[in-house]
């Protein structure tokens, strides 16, 4: 079924052209990602769906009752309420069926309508068909849905009834996404719904989305996102949008082969054009063949030249170098503790650093990553312990806010005022390479996106050539293309690389060792980010079978003592103590099924069939509510 249809859009703001003659076509069960540089006007035509924004030329149509939810880049939910009650609000429509159902039930009970056979009749078809409705539309499961969204978002740990006027913008932003999500909307419409979402959050929420029921149209810099969850790529370069079929790995292949393809035909056209032209000045002027040079003259003015195929858009050139070379021991943190205002995060970590070393800081958000950074590069003090460095190592450290620019500066003075003793000619270069170009430098910095703001963060960080990058999340606001170029940099950088990022394929590349930061310290891991969740997910097998084994041991009734005591009492021991047995035998079989269904719904013949990945989906949630059932039992034994 079709649920959007945009056709010959076109958007300018002022007399600016944004977008041209776009075409777009959303259908149930499509996941569908919008690409392209910063500024390109992706967003901008999210807004235009989405009913925000107004365009000049073409049309958007859809049906009247297809639902649209969109969500805005890093939005917030303002609300004066609870967790709960915000996130319950949702389902008030259900909810009210629900008490209609209760007010038909105590109706059906009361005498005059009992001993009324017609008057019962007409009661009990109204609640059958009530109930068949309030079934149909989740009613028996939104609240298991409401603690399982809130659970993935990472709010399990929360109470409930805390005030979301309390919570950080981060928390906020999660929430709107949660609560979006709660409202399943036919077309889903999100704008990078990846920040502020570590990576176990990312997991999850692209687990969800695999299942979701509606279409949905994304904007997001995550690849390994969008690999996941998309199954068509539209591209939105120089004002116009092309359509490509797969995930974003195959939109890069075929996108390549296309310009290959048309660049060929392209070429062959030219020389073919230019021999037409070469024999039509060689021989219009003779007599004998000037009827022929006419004819190929024809053919030319008949011949539909086409244009130059587009090639990508030129991306920034980033270099970082060193001015010399550190010692072997870069960096020595020694049973430190770090907080900020009297409030300790993070006690008792030590690790050290190697040159050369290329490591990725990972770990929930809360737990420490950005202060533990800025706590080794002295910008917040520590609470207790201490932090060394190797001989010869100098600092560089980009912070993911950006505070270190000045937003009353333009952009080449942000640069030249740090290295006066730089010619103006040599400062706009380098500026150019991170594409700041003509009067772009000469823009104030308070004007610039966060794209912007980021290369012009990475260019000053570039001019520094330290030895020793300190890098919290560096591709926060960067397009594709810049983070490709970021990575190739930092793969060739000479120096030593300490980085945060929720960026797998970044971290896949660029880490030789991840470090994970958590309540109990810091775990090394000496590989990249593949290496990291294949130990984890080790890890998290062998802690669940040592569970199961503690769990049985635990259920065994002393061997001495059993001889003495009540046989009744022996026999309930052991039918308890068999019975959990026949419950973690049957949990650990659901979480099988949701093992097998999960791995299925990451095959794209699984993902791309809606009613096959909708029947997986089914399968898993009803996997997922036996296991909560299963345990509900489980604990109760347990606690007897």
């Excluded at 949702?90 to 056979?117: C, I």
């Excluded at 809360?366 to 207790?384: D, E, H, M, Q, V």
């Excluded at 000469?442 to 980021?454: N, Q, R, Y």
């Amino acid at each position: 079924m079709i649920l959007l249809q945009v056709q010959q859009l076109s958007k300018y703001f002022g007399a600016e052209l944004i977008l041209s003659n776009i075409k777009l076509e959303v259908q149930t069960g499509d996941r569908i990602a919008l690409v392209g540089r910063n500024g390109a006007g992706k967003s901008t035509l999210l807004k235009i769906i989405a009913g925000q924004l107004s365009h000049e030329e073409g049309s958007i149509m859809k049906p009247k009752d297809v639902t649209i939810g969109y969500l805005a880049q890093d939005t917030g939910l303002e609300s004066n309420l609870s967790i709960w009650d915000e996130m319950n609000s949702v389902f008030d429509g259900l909810r009210a069926m629900e008490q209609k159902l209760r007010n038909l039930e105590a109706e059906m009970a009361e005498p005059d309508v009992y001993n009324d056979p017609v008057r019962y009749e007409q009661v009990m078809t109204a609640y059958d068909q009530l109930q068949n409705e309030f079934k149909e539309a989740g009613g028996y499961q939104y609240e298991a849905e409401l603690r399982s969204v809130l659970h993935g978002f990472r709010f399990h740990d929360y109470d409930y009834s805390t005030l979301i006027s309390t919570l950080s913008g981060g928390q906020k932003t999660r929430l709107a996404l949660a609560r979006l999500l709660l409202t399943k909307p036919d077309i889903l419409i999100l704008d990078e719904p990846t920040n502020h979402l570590d990576i176990e959050t990312l997991a999850w929420l692209e687990n969800y989305l695999q299942g979701y029921s509606g279409a949905i149209l994304i904007v997001s810099h995550d690849r390994y996102f969008l690999d996941k969850t998309v199954n068509q790529v539209y591209e939105v370069s120089r004002h116009k949008m092309r359509k490509f079929a797969g995930n974003y790995s195959k939109y890069l292949i075929q996108k390549a082969e296309q310009f290959e393809r048309e660049m060929k035909q392209y070429e062959k056209q030219q020389e073919e054009a230019a021999k037409l032209e070469d024999f039509i000045q060689r021989n219009i002027a003779r007599a004998s063949t000037t009827k022929r040079a006419q004819s190929r003259r024809k053919q030319l003015d008949r011949m539909e030249m086409m244009a130059r195929p587009d090639g990508a858009e030129k991306p920034p050139s980033m270099l970082f170098d060193i001015n010399r070379q550190s010692g072997n021991e870069v960096l020595s943190v020694d049973h430190i503790s770090i907080g900020y205002s009297g409030k300790e995060i993070g006690t008792n970590l030590f690790f050290s650093i190697s040159r050369g070393d290329s490591i990725a800081l990972v770990g929930p958000n809360g737990a420490g990553k950005s202060t533990l950074l800025k706590s080794i590069t002295g910008a917040l003090p520590l609470i207790n312990g201490h932090v060394g460095y190797g001989a010869g190592v100098e600092i560089g450290y980009y912070d993911q806010e950006q505070s270190h620019l000045n937003r009353a500066k333009t952009v080449l003075a942000e640069l030249w005022d740090d290295y006066p003793g730089v010619p103006e000619k040599d400062i706009r270069s380098i500026l150019g390479t991170f594409l700041f170009s003509g009067d772009d430098v000469l823009k104030p910095v308070a004007a610039l996106s966060g794209g912007e703001k980021a290369r012009l963060a990475l260019a000053k960080l570039a001019m520094q050539k330290a030895n020793f990058l300190i890098l919290d999340e560096p591709t926060n606001h960067l397009d594709l293309d810049s983070k490709e170029v970021l990575e190739n940099a930092l793969i060739d950088y000479p120096g030593t690389l300490l980085f945060v990022s929720h960026d797998r394929y970044f971290i896949n590349r660029i880490a030789t060792k991840v470090f994970e930061l958590t309540q109990e310290g810091v775990t090394v891991y000496l590989g990249d980010y593949d290496y990291y969740v294949e130990k984890k997910t080790e890890q998290q097998e062998l802690a669940a079978l040592e569970a199961v084994q503690t769990n049985i041991a635990a259920v065994k009734p002393a061997a001495a003592d059993s001889y003495k005591s009540d046989k009744e009492q022996r026999k309930k021991e052991r039918q308890k103590a068999r019975r959990i047995e026949e419950i973690e035998a049957e949990i650990t079989k659901q979480e099988e099924k949701i093992t097998e269904a999960e791995e299925l719904l990451c095959l794209p013949e699984i993902y791309e069939d809606h009613e096959q990945s909708l029947k997986l989906q089914q399968q898993l949630d009803e996997a997922n509510q036996k296991i909560e059932q299963l345990m509900e039992e489980w604990e109760e034994l347990q606690s007897n």
